[in-house]
């Protein structure tokens, strides 16, 4: 009877034992899980407000863009050129500016949306937007850039090509190439921006020797 009770005792034990591992086993699934939601929701809502940031920033850039294309890169003379050099590099230096700062947004945001999903589809789809963003902002300042020094290079050589004396101009310096953030071997916002630039004295001379025809 002592042994039986005994045994009895000792089942007991076993099973609080065995139910107290599995209580604790549950707990520790339950509370790793509550962490991992709260730790996702965090990130997200890191994405979701990183989000409105960075497209601010986008924007304010996209602004500077359009006053290049339309400043720097539209009828553009020679002599244009050389007058304005500094003020366009000025241009351009707000430009790099603001790139820097869409930088700091993407450097900030991109471990929370390289290779990552979300259960919220509209988190994904920011940080697509995200991506695909800078990845376009990047180019188009690299295309920009280029096109630029292009008629830099241009215009030196119509200095030598005319014995001027005047000063030959500097080129941008470009830190950066084109970027390829999502590996799909697509530049996005890459771009050839081909500006005609003339000598302003020679077209003048051909609309006058067009006019004087013309009376003919």
Not at 65 to 81: A, F, H, P, S
Not at 101 to 109: L, M, S, V
């Amino acid at each position: 009877m002592e042994v039986k009770h005994h045994n009895k005792h000792l089942g007991i034990i076993i099973f609080l034992g065995f139910m107290l591992i599995v209580i604790g086993i549950i707990s520790y699934v339950v509370i790793n899980y509550s962490n991992d939601q709260a730790e996702v929701k965090k990130r997200m809502e890191v994405v979701i407000n990183s989000y409105d940031t960075f497209k601010a920033h986008v924007d304010d850039f996209n602004n500077i863009r359009d006053q290049i294309y339309n400043e720097v890169m539209k009828d553009m003379y020679y002599q244009t050129l050389g007058d304005n050099d500094l003020y366009y590099k000025e241009l351009f230096e707000s430009y790099s500016d603001s790139l820097e700062g869409i930088d700091g947004d993407y450097k900030e945001i991109k471990n929370y949306c390289i290779n990552v999903l979300y259960p919220d589809a509209s988190v994904n789809n920011k940080c697509e937007a995200i991506i695909i963003g800078y990845e376009e902002v990047v180019n188009i300042y690299v295309s920009n850039v280029k096109s630029y020094n292009k008629n830099i290079s241009s215009y030196n050589k119509w200095l030598s090509d005319n014995n001027s004396s005047d000063s030959k101009l500097e080129k941008i310096k470009l830190d950066r190439d084109y970027l390829d953030v999502n590996g799909d071997r697509e530049y996005k916002g890459k771009e050839d921006v081909k500006v005609d630039i003339i000598d302003q004295n020679s077209s003048s001379l051909d609309n006058d020797s067009e006019d004087s025809s013309n009376e003919e």
